[in-house]
């Protein structure tokens, strides 16, 4: 943990999976849910990584402007949001459209083998 000089591990793990990462969770399904695209949820972690960078700052007296960490956390964050985005989408396009598409896995869906052809 060479970025985080001040903060034991289980402090990074706190700000950054937990109370970052949740943030992520619930912005990746809230985009996901007004039918946007993901690109909307990878973009709008960029603030969120910089919230949580400011968190390690005031609390822990990290550096505020450390780019490695920064992207690190970043990163971290676009992949929980993406996540949530893609299991969310997975859960709309089944529940919304069910005499269409069923699940495949958790992540995504696929035609329905009674699904009505096409015209």
């Not at 969120?48 to 609390?59: D, E, I, S, Y």
């Not at 529940?95 to 269409?100: A, F």
């Not at 958790?106 to 329905?112: D, F, M, N």
Request: glycine share 6%; net charge positive; hydrophobic share 55%.
């Amino acid at each position: 943990m060479a970025f985080y000089s001040n903060e034991s591990i289980f402090q990074v793990l706190f700000v950054t999976l937990v109370l970052g990462g949740g943030c992520a969770l619930l912005a990746g399904r809230a985009i996901a849910l007004t039918w946007r695209s993901i690109w909307i949820a990878a973009i709008s972690m960029v603030p969120l990584g910089m919230a949580v960078r400011f968190v390690h700052f005031a609390l822990f007296n990290e550096t505020l402007l450390q780019p490695q960490a920064y992207v690190a956390e970043t990163v971290i964050l676009i992949a929980a949001a993406c996540l949530s985005f893609q299991r969310t989408r997975a859960q709309q396009m089944v529940r919304q459209y069910y005499w269409l598409y069923e699940p495949s896995g958790p992540l995504g869906w696929r035609l329905r083998q009674d699904a009505p052809a096409k015209a």
